[in-house]
Each structure stands twice: as structure tokens, then as C-alpha cells.
T-cell receptor, first 109, second 113 residues
Framework: EDKVVQSPLSLVVHEGDTVTLNCSYEVTNFRSLLWYKQEKKAPTFLFMLTSSGIEKKSGRLSSILDKKELSSILNITATQTGDSAIYLCAVVWNNDMRFGAGTRLTVKP | KAGVTQTPRYLIKTRGQQVTLSCSPISGHRSVSWYQQTPGQGLQFLFEYFSETQRNKGNFPGRFSGRQFSNSRSEMNVSTLELGDSALYLC????????????FGPGTRLTVT
């Protein structure tokens, strides 16, 4: 069965720490993997990844896809309290799209 | 540019009724996708419309349907509501397709009693 698994489910760190969030998938005919940040209600788009080994970067956030390992990581360096949120990954294949359960990140001052 | 708007924001319905939710995308965006979010199942993809055509569909029963108008506004309809349909329904628009940069609306919170 096609699935998307995120780990860890929950993470508590202190400001200034670096975190690495994982997303692994088992789907056929992979098309893309997306990362979102969800704070209150609506998710906000972070990255779209389609090619292995090419890092996408935005400020302190970066992400990379490994098609061989069927996984992606999202890195956040020098975390701030404003990074506290649920981070979702989603995988698109064929006509479907599936989200992982998310990683709840809490950054303490 | 105005963001994605959804109406209504909150809705309470009774089992067996039907409901229609509306989504107005960002001006110029032709792709509108719908999602259901529940504590138990997380965020799930319902369907995507592009230029008035349903382009992709998730694994939901036929009670869930949608349409898109020529101005890209989209509606989602759920017939014969069940308690399990209680959820936050989100729509998102994109200038290209759902795996391009999507902008989400605030959602419609549907409660079925």
C-alpha cells in the first residue's frame, strides 16, 4: 500500500538548535515531494522536490530528496520560537497525493 | 493580491443533509485543490480542478464531488452527510498544479451532528 511516514512525530528543542525532520515514502510512479509548515490553520508551502540530490534552500530552511532511499529531509538551522509548528510532507504520484502525519516541532526559548 | 477565500468559515449540519462549500482562488490561479483535515486521518487530498476540469482525485467516496467555474472559483459538495465527515475542509490554489506552490485558504470547519 502506498504510504508516507514522517519522523519523529514530535520534537522539542531550544532556540539555536538545528533540527532534521524525515519523510519516507513507498509509492509507485513518484512525481514530487512537498514540504509544508502548518501553524494555526492553513499550511504554507515550503519546498517542492522532484530531483534527487538537489538541495532547496530558503533562509534557515533547506531540504533534499533521496530517490534511492525513498526519503527526504528538512533541515532547520538556528531554530527560533517562530519555527514552532507542524511540518507536513506530501508525496504526489499518478493522480493521487498523500500527506504524512506531520512532525510537531516545539522550539523553547 | 487577495488570498484564497473560503465560505462559509463554519457550518453545522445534520446527518443525511448535504452541504456546499465555496472557494475563491487567488486571481490568475487556475488550479484549485480540496483537502480534508481531521485529527484521526490528518490531511487528505480530495480532488484538483484545473480550467473547469477535474484533473486528479483522491480516494474518497462519490458523495464528495466538486466543480470549477470559468472564473476558477470552485465548489465542493458532500451529499448524505455522515458524522465522520466532520472536518476542516481546506482549498488551495496554484498558478500551475497541486505540486507547484500552493496557497491555502483559511478552511471551512464542518460539524455534522
Amino acid at each position: 500500500e502506498d504510504k508516507v511516514v514522517q519522523s519523529p512525530l514530535s520534537l522539542v528543542v531550544h532556540e539555536g538548535d538545528t533540527v532534521t525532520l524525515n519523510c519516507s515514502y513507498e509509492v509507485t510512479n513518484f512525481r514530487s515531494l512537498l514540504w509544508y509548515k502548518q501553524e494555526k490553520k492553513a499550511p504554507t508551502f515550503l519546498f517542492m522536490l522532484t530531483s534527487s540530490g538537489i538541495e532547496k534552500k530558503s533562509g534557515r530552511l533547506s531540504s533534499i530528496l533521496d530517490k534511492k532511499e525513498l526519503s527526504s529531509i528538512l533541515n532547520i538551522t538556528a531554530t527560533q520560537t517562530g519555527d514552532s509548528a507542524i511540518y507536513l510532507c506530501a508525496v504526489v504520484w499518478n493522480n493521487d497525493m498523500r500527506f504524512g502525519a506531520g512532525t510537531r516541532l516545539t522550539v523553547k526559548p | 493580491k487577495a488570498g484564497v477565500t473560503q465560505t462559509p468559515r463554519y457550518l453545522i449540519k445534520t446527518r443525511g443533509q448535504q452541504v456546499t462549500l465555496s472557494c475563491s482562488p487567488i486571481s490568475g490561479h487556475r488550479s484549485v485543490s480540496w483537502y480534508q483535515q481531521t485529527p484521526g486521518q490528518g490531511l487528505q487530498f480530495l480532488f484538483e480542478y484545473f480550467s473547469e476540469t477535474q484533473r486528479n482525485k483522491g480516494n474518497f467516496p462519490g458523495r464528495f464531488s466538486g466543480r470549477q467555474f470559468s472564473n476558477s472559483r470552485s465548489e465542493m459538495n458532500v451529499s448524505t452527510l455522515e458524522l465522520g465527515d466532520s472536518a476542516l475542509y481546506l482549498c488551495a490554489s496554484s498558478s500551475r498544479d497541486r505540486d507547484y506552490e500552493q496557497y491555502f485558504g483559511p478552511g471551512t470547519r464542518l460539524t455534522v451532528t
